[in-house]
């Protein structure tokens, strides 16, 4: 436990250099265009006018601490070794994540729910986490992650119809 406390922390003090940006950067390249591209064959996606601008805030900051940072803590940078990272944890955490999905919708039932009970979306939640995880252990650092998973998600829900 000590060792993974100590993984979390270098983790969040961890800033990429230029080389583990470029790297996050490589990875988008073919994980967004693949997410955009089942979502949008799914129905998932479609323009929408972005909330009014207080609600907009909110959701920006709301949507950075969970889902965010919370599950990039949980199914990265707690499952995956930082100095030893293998097929294994990164397989683990990949589909521990994608059964996070369903298990908030049967157990919360938020009005997201049956987004995320839909196979579609666990597909894109399963290129997300598989894109996700290879930038922390190209980077070792949990921000280009975080900051992807925020994006991804407040670009859906701000300007691509996913339900609040």
Do not use: N
């Amino acid at each position: 436990m000590r060792k993974r406390t100590q993984d979390i922390l270098a983790a969040l003090r961890t800033w990429p250099d230029r080389a583990g940006w470029w790297r996050a950067a490589m990875e988008l390249l073919w994980s967004l265009p693949l997410l955009l591209l089942i979502a949008w064959c799914a129905g998932l996606i479609a323009p929408a006018t972005p909330p009014p601008a207080e609600e907009f805030a909110l959701l920006a900051l709301t949507l950075l601490v969970a889902p965010a940072l919370g599950e990039e803590l949980l199914f990265r940078a707690t499952l995956i070794p930082r100095e030893r990272p293998s097929t294994v944890w990164v397989a683990l955490s990949v589909l521990l994540f994608v059964a996070w999905h369903p298990l908030q919708a049967i157990t919360i039932g938020p009005p997201w729910a049956p987004a995320f009970l839909d196979p579609w979306f666990l597909a894109c939640v399963a290129v997300l986490g598989a894109a996700l995880a290879r930038i922390y252990t190209a980077t070792r650092s949990i921000w280009p992650y975080v900051l992807t998973h925020w994006a991804v998600v407040f670009g859906w829900k701000a300007f691509l119809g996913g339900p609040f």
